[in-house]
Nanobody
Framework: QVQLVESGGGLVEPGGSLILSCAASGFDVDMYDLAWFRQAPGKEREGVACLKPRYGVELYAEAVKGRLTIARDSVKKTTFLQMNDLKLEETAVYFC???????????????????WGKGTPVTVAS
Protein backbone atom coordinates (compact mmCIF):
# COMPACT_ATOMS: atom_id res chain seq x y z
CA GLN A 1 0.00 0.00 0.00
CA VAL A 2 1.38 3.38 -1.03
CA GLN A 3 1.32 5.69 1.95
CA LEU A 4 3.02 8.32 4.06
CA VAL A 5 2.40 8.27 7.80
CA GLU A 6 3.35 11.24 9.97
CA SER A 7 4.02 11.14 13.69
CA GLY A 8 5.51 13.29 16.41
CA GLY A 9 2.96 16.08 16.62
CA GLY A 10 1.68 17.36 19.93
CA LEU A 11 1.58 20.27 22.33
CA VAL A 12 4.66 22.43 22.76
CA GLU A 13 5.29 25.76 24.47
CA PRO A 14 6.38 28.83 22.53
CA GLY A 15 10.13 28.64 21.99
CA GLY A 16 10.08 24.87 22.29
CA SER A 17 11.15 22.16 19.88
CA LEU A 18 9.55 19.19 18.21
CA ILE A 19 10.62 16.56 15.71
CA LEU A 20 8.11 15.25 13.19
CA SER A 21 8.62 11.99 11.33
CA CYS A 22 7.15 10.69 8.10
CA ALA A 23 7.42 7.01 7.20
CA ALA A 24 7.03 6.01 3.57
CA SER A 25 5.92 2.61 2.35
CA GLY A 26 4.78 0.94 -0.85
CA PHE A 27 6.89 2.95 -3.27
CA ASP A 28 10.45 4.02 -4.05
CA VAL A 29 10.77 7.23 -2.06
CA ASP A 30 14.26 7.88 -3.49
CA MET A 31 12.66 8.91 -6.78
CA TYR A 32 10.97 11.96 -5.25
CA ASP A 33 11.49 15.34 -3.67
CA LEU A 34 10.46 15.23 0.00
CA ALA A 35 8.47 18.06 1.51
CA TRP A 36 6.62 19.29 4.58
CA PHE A 37 3.55 21.48 4.42
CA ARG A 38 1.34 22.92 7.14
CA GLN A 39 -2.20 24.20 7.36
CA ALA A 40 -3.18 26.51 10.19
CA PRO A 41 -6.83 26.89 11.22
CA GLY A 42 -8.67 28.98 8.66
CA LYS A 43 -5.67 29.29 6.37
CA GLU A 44 -4.45 27.68 3.18
CA ARG A 45 -1.91 24.91 3.19
CA GLU A 46 1.65 26.20 2.73
CA GLY A 47 4.95 24.53 2.06
CA VAL A 48 7.65 25.03 4.69
CA ALA A 49 10.52 22.73 3.68
CA CYS A 50 11.69 20.56 0.82
CA LEU A 51 14.59 18.19 0.33
CA LYS A 52 15.82 17.23 -3.13
CA PRO A 53 17.91 14.14 -2.35
CA ARG A 54 19.32 13.70 -5.85
CA TYR A 55 20.86 17.17 -5.65
CA GLY A 56 21.52 17.50 -1.95
CA VAL A 57 19.43 20.66 -1.87
CA GLU A 58 17.26 21.88 0.99
CA LEU A 59 14.66 24.62 0.47
CA TYR A 60 12.80 26.52 3.17
CA ALA A 61 10.03 29.04 3.44
CA GLU A 62 11.36 32.42 4.53
CA ALA A 63 9.38 32.33 7.77
CA VAL A 64 11.09 29.16 9.02
CA LYS A 65 14.67 29.58 7.85
CA GLY A 66 17.15 28.89 10.61
CA ARG A 67 14.53 27.22 12.82
CA LEU A 68 13.24 24.24 10.84
CA THR A 69 15.42 21.54 9.29
CA ILE A 70 14.37 18.78 6.93
CA ALA A 71 16.32 15.54 6.84
CA ARG A 72 15.88 11.93 5.86
CA ASP A 73 16.97 8.43 6.72
CA SER A 74 17.11 6.72 3.35
CA VAL A 75 17.48 3.26 4.86
CA LYS A 76 14.36 3.61 6.99
CA LYS A 77 12.53 5.58 4.26
CA THR A 78 11.72 8.24 6.84
CA THR A 79 11.70 12.01 6.49
CA PHE A 80 12.08 14.28 9.52
CA LEU A 81 11.26 17.88 10.32
CA GLN A 82 13.21 19.31 13.24
CA MET A 83 11.37 22.39 14.51
CA ASN A 84 13.03 24.78 16.94
CA ASP A 85 11.91 28.04 18.57
CA LEU A 86 8.29 27.38 17.66
CA LYS A 87 5.87 30.31 17.59
CA LEU A 88 2.22 30.52 18.54
CA GLU A 89 1.23 31.15 14.91
CA GLU A 90 2.83 27.88 13.86
CA THR A 91 -0.01 25.90 15.35
CA ALA A 92 -1.17 23.81 12.40
CA VAL A 93 -1.60 20.35 10.98
CA TYR A 94 1.70 19.34 9.42
CA PHE A 95 1.69 17.15 6.33
CA CYS A 96 4.52 15.35 4.64
CA UNK A 97 4.47 14.87 0.90
CA UNK A 98 6.50 13.49 -1.96
CA UNK A 99 6.57 14.86 -5.44
CA UNK A 100 8.77 16.89 -7.75
CA UNK A 101 9.75 20.36 -8.83
CA UNK A 102 10.23 21.82 -5.36
CA UNK A 103 10.93 25.55 -5.53
CA UNK A 104 10.65 28.56 -3.31
CA UNK A 105 8.13 30.99 -4.76
CA UNK A 106 6.96 34.14 -3.00
CA UNK A 107 8.73 33.02 0.17
CA UNK A 108 7.02 29.64 0.51
CA UNK A 109 7.83 26.18 -0.80
CA UNK A 110 5.84 24.96 -3.78
CA UNK A 111 5.90 21.48 -5.25
CA UNK A 112 4.02 19.20 -7.56
CA UNK A 113 2.81 16.66 -4.99
CA UNK A 114 2.11 13.06 -5.90
CA UNK A 115 1.43 11.59 -2.46
CA TRP A 116 0.20 13.27 0.75
CA GLY A 117 0.25 12.03 4.29
CA LYS A 118 -2.81 12.51 6.49
CA GLY A 119 -1.09 15.00 8.76
CA THR A 120 -0.09 15.34 12.39
CA PRO A 121 -1.32 18.24 14.55
CA VAL A 122 1.08 20.61 16.27
CA THR A 123 -0.20 23.02 18.90
CA VAL A 124 2.03 25.80 20.17
CA ALA A 125 0.58 27.19 23.38
CA SER A 126 1.60 28.27 26.88
Amino acid sequence: QVQLVESGGGLVEPGGSLILSCAASGFDVDMYDLAWFRQAPGKEREGVACLKPRYGVELYAEAVKGRLTIARDSVKKTTFLQMNDLKLEETAVYFCAVGSACVVHENVVNASVDIWGKGTPVTVAS
